[in-house]
């Protein structure tokens, strides 16, 4: 109400655009079209209107189709997903579903954030598929292959999310376990994200705030393989 009397001109650009998307909004039709609508709003004004928009979403049950770079934006508003690279869809799925599923290596490294880690190696065809890297043996059992030919032989990238790894006596309890060191320690407030190293790489990992580690702590490390994505190297494709 404090705004009805001014002019567009006399709106900052974050007023403009909620003014931009409310004058969408109260037409009725069929299907809205919003291309990054709170690109320039601030992050606290994003954060409520991402939560304005889903309700209206759920209320009007219109078709909304939202273009975004934001990853959060995509994976809290949409039922679908269409991650898109030079014009082309990569993936067309649930949000969970490309989360947890990415059918190539960008898709993966696209959503997540902190971003998927990515370990170069090679893959061992056997009875029991083995992925290694630099000292690091990972079985496979547990990981479910997109087809009977990805268990070829062949040069391939192992992805796990930091989320996915656990630390200490919650990691002994994994299918697969190492030995670390703590190379970077970066605390961001609700949670704190820990680098080592993994196969000679770096990799990185969530643990609760009120855990104490510096640089140089030996750590133990673990995961489920079933909840990783293995990617062919040459292709980038999962395999």
């Known amino acids: 109400e404090p705004l009805l009397q001014r002019k567009p001109s006399a709106l900052s650009g974050g007023q403009r655009q909620r003014v931009a998307i409310g004058r969408a909004l109260v037409r009725d039709v069929d299907v809205f079209l919003f291309d990054e609508p709170l690109s320039n709003l601030d992050a606290k004004l994003r954060s409520e209107l991402r939560v304005e928009i889903k309700l209206l979403h759920r209320r009007l049950q219109n078709t909304m189709i939202y273009v975004t770079h934001d990853q959060i934006e995509a994976m809290t ?8 690279k030079g014009g082309v869809i990569q993936q067309l799925d649930a949000p969970q579903t490309i989360y947890n599923r990415p059918v190539n290596r960008f898709v993966a490294g696209f959503l997540g954030s902190p971003a ?4 170069k190696g090679h893959l061992e065809a056997s009875d029991a598929p083995v992925f290694k890297a630099d000292g690091v043996s990972v079985p496979l059992g547990r990981y479910q292959f997109d087809n009977e030919g990805g268990r070829a032989a062949k040069p391939c990238v192992f992805g796990i999310r930091p989320e996915h790894i656990a630390f200490g006596e919650a990691a002994r309890a994994m299918p697969f376990t190492a030995e670390s060191t703590v190379e970077i320690v970066d605390p961001m407030g609700s949670d704190t994200l820990v680098w080592t190293k993994l196969g000679g790489q770096i990799l990185s990992f969530r643990v609760e705030a009120d855990k104490t580690l510096r640089n140089g702590d030996a750590i133990r490390i673990g995961f489920d393989p079933a909840r990783a994505s293995l990617f062919d190297a040459e292709t980038d494709s999962r395999l």
């Open 77 to 84: 508003l949409a039922d679908r997903i269409a991650v898109m």
């Open 116 to 119: 998927m880690n990515f370990i």
